[in-house]
C-alpha cells in the first residue's frame, strides 16, 4: 500500500509540473532589463538576481538556437539542452563556463530530465522530430530508446508521437512521458477542464476565482512541409489562436474576436496579448496602467505603453 500511495503521489506531483510547462509560456528577459545589475525576479521568499552575461557563448562554435530546460547533476554541472545538432547537450559550471558538450543527433531536442539509479545518474531526452525518448548516461552514450506505444492504440503512426517532457518516479524508477503535440490533445483535456470548473462552481468558488486556459502559440490547419497521412499539420503559428476565459468577472456563453475560414488571419476584433494582460490584471483588481516600476530612468510597466481592457468579455 505505501508503494501504491507513493506513485500516486509521485503521479499528481508530476502532473501537474508537466501539465504546466505544456500550458503556460516561458518567461523572456528583456535585454534592457538584464543589463541592471539589480534586476531581480520572483517575490517574497522566492527571488531571483539576474547574473549579467551568465553562460554567453561564441554562436559561432557553440550556438544554442532554442533551449527548453536544463539540469543539475551529482557534481554541480548544469546540463542544458538545445536543438542545434551542433551541440544537443552543453555542459556549464555554475559560473556560467561552458565545461563540455556532445551530441549531434538530436533535432528535436527538447525535453530533459535526470534520474539517480544507485551510484548512477542518466539522462531523458526527448526529442521531437525523432519522435522518440532516449536515454543516455551524463557522456552521451545512448542506452535505451523508447518508440511510440503502439499497443496502446493511440497511435497509428510512430511519428505521431511528439514527446516533449519525462519524468522518473525515485521510487520505483517508471518513467512517463508527455506529448505535448499529441492528436488528441483536446479530447485529453476537455473532460478535466470541464470538471475543474464545475467543481468550483459547485463549491461556490468560481464567482471568486479566474480560469484561464491556453498556450503559448496558435496552431495551424494545414502543413508547411512535405503533405502525408502523418504529417499534416499543426505548425507553429503566432498570428491568432484561442484563450478559454471563465469565472470571476468574464462574461458566460459568448465568443470574441473571429479569424478568416482558414484560421490564419484574425479579421474581427483582435485582442493584443497587452490587451490581454490588462484584462486579466482589471479582473484582479489592478490598473495596468499604475502597475509600473523604475528602470534606469523609464517608468515600465507588464504592457508597456499600449493595452487596453476588454470589456465586452466583462459581465
Known sequence: MENNHSR????????????????????????????????????????????????????????????????????????????????????????GKLLDFWDTSYPGGHGLTISNEGEEQFLFITDTERNQVIKTDLKGREILKFDYPKETGEYEFPDQLVPTETAVNPVNGDIYIADGYISQMAKSTDQASAALIQDLKQRGLLDETLVIWGGEFGRTNYSQGRLAVDNYGRDHHPRCFTIYMAGAGIKKGISYGETDEFGYNIIKDPVHVHDFQATVLHLLGIDHEQLVFKHQGRRYRLTDVEGKVIKQIIA
Not at 15 to 20: E, M, N, T, V
Not at 30 to 38: G, P
Not at 65 to 70: Q, V, Y
Request: hydrophobic share 40%.
Open 8 to 95: 500516486k503521489k509521485f503521479i499528481t506531483n508530476a502532473g501537474a509540473i508537466l501539465a504546466s510547462s505544456m500550458f503556460f509560456p516561458s518567461i523572456w528577459i528583456k535585454n534592457s532589463f538584464a543589463q541592471s545589475a539589480d534586476f531581480v525576479l520572483g517575490h517574497g521568499a522566492y527571488r531571483y538576481k539576474v547574473v549579467k552575461g551568465w553562460g554567453m557563448l561564441d554562436a559561432g562554435k557553440n550556438p544554442v538556437n532554442d533551449c527548453h530546460e536544463m539540469v543539475e547533476d551529482a557534481q554541480g554541472r548544469l546540463f542544458m539542452i538545445t536543438n542545434e545538432t551542433k551541440n544537443n547537450i552543453l555542459i556549464y559550471d555554475k559560473s
